[in-house]
């Protein structure tokens, strides 16, 4: 059974003026599209991994996934797995200085020293990843880290699990905001959904 897109579950203009509808409207309908076909056609050429979670496909650095494929699963594999968890984690009714609920927030607190301190690591992670790539707030063992990484990749391919996830990529901004990055990760906090994270955190091992 081919992957499939996972729904938006919200209008595309729901996050304006935070994040604008033509930018969501070609990140989630060609961007994301895009990653979870090139998926599904990369594993024609491995037809075990037909249906296969991709959470388990990505891990270890892909490890289950054959040489010939490797860098389409990685690059479209992650995509798809990225966006994803992007789409679920952004909240149409956010709201300008929300934070952290729950035994996250607990968490953050005790990991990092409070929310702001947190926020600071996670903008700096953003802002100076080079190119393209994410900033995520990971559980690895038993401790919250701030990473960031390059192109597709995910946190699960070295064993963390991402609680949250900001897409940095050109394509998640650059209609609104051109080269102002640190504007789009400003504006990103106030649509971030602190309920679904902390259900991540919840569910992660
Ligand atoms: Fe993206």
């Given at each position: 059974m081919p992957l499939e897109q996972k729904p938006l579950?919200?209008?595309?203009?729901?996050?304006?003026?935070?994040?604008?509808k033509q930018t969501m409207e070609i990140h989630y309908g060609k961007h994301y599209a895009a990653y979870v076909n090139n998926y599904n056609d990369a594993v024609k050429k491995q037809p075990e991994l037909d249906g296969k979670p991709l959470h388990e496909v990505l891990a270890k650095d892909c490890a289950?996934?054959?040489?010939?494929?490797k860098t389409a699963v990685r690059n479209n594999g992650g995509g798809a797995h990225n966006h994803a968890l992007f789409w679920e984690i952004l909240n149409p009714a956010g709201k300008p200085g929300a934070e952290p609920v729950g035994k996250l927030a607990d968490a953050i607190k005790r990991d990092f020293g409070g929310f702001a301190q947190f926020k600071e690591k996670f903008e700096a992670a953003a802002k100076t990843r080079f190119g393209s790539g994410w900033a995520w707030l990971i559980k690895k063992g038993d401790k919250l880290e701030v990473i960031s990484t390059a192109n597709?990749?995910?946190p699960i391919m070295q064993g963390a699990f991402p609680v949250i996830g900001l897409d940095?990529?050109?394509?998640?901004?650059?209609?609104?905001?051109q080269n102002r990055r640190p504007d789009y990760i400003t504006a990103w906090w106030n649509v971030v959904n602190w309920k679904v994270a902390d259900d991540r955190f919840g569910r992660a091992k």
């Open positions: 579950g919200f209008d595309s203009a729901a996050l304006e003026p935070s994040i604008d289950m996934v054959k040489e010939e494929i597709q990749d995910s940095v990529w050109e394509h998640a901004y650059y209609l609104k905001y």
